[in-house]
Each structure stands twice: as structure tokens, then as C-alpha cells.
């Protein structure tokens, strides 16, 4: 099994930045693609960002130029950095992984949730 522990969710005002971060523990062969979706109220979940282990990387329009989404192999860990954020970026942001824990064991895991709010 694969633990995900997300944090850095929280208040901001509009224009303002945060940082969210995911550690994966357990027992990992090799995690493939890391990334980050979100729900608002009322939508449904939508991709923010991914990134594979080589270091590409896709992101929703609504966020290129705003965020950044990387990665640090050695800590099995994933970063969203959110800056000039708005109202509209507002949701429950959720880790995910995509990852191998045995030699036939592969499967996605997603991380509880953070709470991103962006209010004046």
C-alpha cells in the first residue's frame, strides 16, 4: 500500500501564491506519473497538472504560466507551486500517483484532499 500525505492548502488572498506538497510512503518500486487535480463545489474533479518521472510535464489551461509542478525522486515527493492565484482556482486540490509496488502491482492513489480557498 501507498500512503499520500498532502499539505500546504489554505487561505490566500487573489494574486497570492501557496505551495502544496505530496510525500508518498510505503512500499514503492518506482512511482510513473505524479500529479494534481482539483474539485470545486458542485464540478467535477479536473486535472491541474502531471508530471512523469522523466520530468515532462502537462498542465490545464486555465493554470499555464500560473503554476508549477515538480518533483524530487529521491524524497517520492510532488510540489504544486500556485502563484497570481484567483477566486476561481478555489477547490479541494488531491494528490496523485501513479505507482509500482510489486512486479505486478501498479495502480493510481489518491491523497485525501487540501482545501485551497482564494478570497479577499
Known amino acids: 500500500q501507498v500512503q499520500l500525505v498532502e499539505s500546504g492548502g489554505g487561505l490566500v488572498q487573489p494574486g497570492g501564491s501557496l505551495r502544496l506538497s505530496c510525500a508518498a510512503s510505503g512500499i514503492i518500486f518506482s512511482i510513473n506519473v505524479m500529479g494534481w487535480y482539483r474539485q470545486a463545489p458542485g464540478t467535477q474533479r479536473e486535472l491541474v497538472a502531471t508530471?512523469?518521472?522523466?520530468?515532462?510535464?502537462v498542465y490545464a489551461d486555465s493554470v499555464k504560466g500560473r503554476f508549477a509542478i515538480s518533483r524530487d525522486n529521491a524524497k517520492n515527493t510532488v510540489y504544486l507551486q500556485m502563484n497570481s492565484l484567483k477566486p476561481e482556482d478555489t477547490a479541494v486540490y488531491y494528490c496523485?500517483?501513479?505507482?509500482?509496488?510489486?512486479?505486478?502491482?501498479?495502480?493510481?492513489?489518491w491523497g485525501q484532499g487540501t482545501q485551497v480557498t482564494v478570497s479577499s
Open positions: 508530471i512523469r518521472s522523466g520530468g515532462s510535464t
Open positions: 496523485n500517483v501513479d505507482a509500482t509496488t510489486g512486479p505486478f502491482s501498479r495502480r493510481v492513489y
